[in-house]
């Protein structure tokens, strides 16, 4: 195995022409696992880390390299909700947002706060320069993406309005070092318009649409609009059966979850 280790972006763009079907190393709290095991074995990869335009946050954008413990302080208050139950210490450490978004794993705990807040994907090439991707044009289905062979992700972007008010939280087997079995992330905006999003019960990430209409009329919604909230949320979402969790249940906890991250935004209104 060959690795490269190029130091600006521009380099990563000519390696990844140079270098065709070359993996991407970030932290490697992915891909490791994926060779170790041996499901992978990328004959070239070019390895992130020394790359410090990958490493920039603020100003509406999080770089793809920035990794899960710089993002525990992050200002907005689901990312960093999320950020904290990445993993353990180690993997916060040195896994990145860029990272979960190339693997674009139905799991992924990054992936609903990006479909809440409506963020864009920032990806580059040689050839055709810099494109923004809305998120749910980018993730496509399980573990895959519409990133070219040559192109890198090389930021979040963000709208100019993310409300302070989100909430994130996940359900897993045990409460620490757990993959999601359903994850998911409310923001409120101060007009009163709610995004529901999801993870881990559809091949990607996605947003309860229907269920946000209902709850973006009410200022003050009873217990029987919440409980029609949470109803939607369950019909809205598209989970499987897997060694994790049952349909079922995904489809019960999805909407019980994403009612009690709506009454703590609504609770702080
Ligand atoms: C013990 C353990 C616990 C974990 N817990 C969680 C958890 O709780 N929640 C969760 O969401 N994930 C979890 N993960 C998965 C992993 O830590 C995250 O997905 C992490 O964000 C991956 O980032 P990374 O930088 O390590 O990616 P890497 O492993 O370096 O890369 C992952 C994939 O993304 C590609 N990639 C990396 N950077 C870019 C880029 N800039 N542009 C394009 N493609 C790129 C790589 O080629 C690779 O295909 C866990 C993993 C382990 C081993």
Same mark, same amino acid.
């Given at each position: 195995m060959e690795i490269v280790r190029p130091?600006?972006? %521009?380099?990563?763009?000519?390696?990844?022409?140079?270098?065709?079907?070359a993996e991407l190393l970030a932290g490697g709290t992915d891909l490791m696992v994926e060779i170790n095991f041996g499901h992978a074995c990328p004959e070239h990869v070019i390895a992130l880390r020394r790359v410090d335009d990958l490493k920039d946050e603020g100003d509406g954008r999080i770089g793809a390299g920035v990794t899960w413990a710089r993002l525990e302080s992050s200002d907005h208050r689901a990312l960093a909700q999320l950020a904290r139950t990445v993993g353990s210490p180690q993997i916060r450490a040195a896994g990145t947002i860029g990272g979960n978004i190339g693997t674009s794993s139905p799991a992924g705990d990054g992936?609903?706060?990006? +479909?809440?807040?409506?963020?864009?994907?920032?990806?580059?090439?040689?050839?055709?320069?810099?494109?923004?991707?809305?998120?749910?044009?980018?993730?496509?289905?399980v573990k895959r993406n519409t990133l070219e062979p040559d192109e890198v992700v090389v930021a979040v972007v963000l709208p100019d309005e993310v409300p302070a008010n989100q909430e994130f939280a996940k359900i897993g087997r045990r409460s620490a070092m757990v993959?999601?079995?359903?994850?998911?992330?409310?923001?409120?905006?101060? %007009?009163?318009?709610?995004?529901?999003?999801?993870?881990?019960?559809?091949?990607?990430?996605?947003? +309860?649409?229907?269920?946000?209409?209902?709850i973006a009329a009410e200022r003050d919604p009873s217990k029987a609009t919440l409980a029609e909230f949470s109803r939607l949320v369950a019909e809205e979402v598209r989970p499987i059966t897997d060694l994790r969790s049952t349909e079922a249940y995904r489809r019960h906890a999805s909407g019980i979850l994403s009612r009690r991250l709506l009454e703590r935004c609504l609770a702080r209104c």
């Open positions: 130091s600006t972006l %521009d380099e990563v763009l000519s390696a990844r022409v140079e270098m065709p079907g992936l609903p706060w990006l +479909a809440a807040v409506d963020a864009e994907i920032e990806v580059a090439s040689q050839a055709r320069g810099v494109r923004r991707v809305p998120w749910n044009g980018f993730f496509t289905g993959i999601s079995t359903v994850s998911a992330c409310v923001v409120r905006y101060d %007009d009163g318009r709610v995004h529901v999003a999801l993870g881990s019960v559809a091949p990607t990430p996605l947003r +309860a649409t229907r269920a946000e209409e209902l």
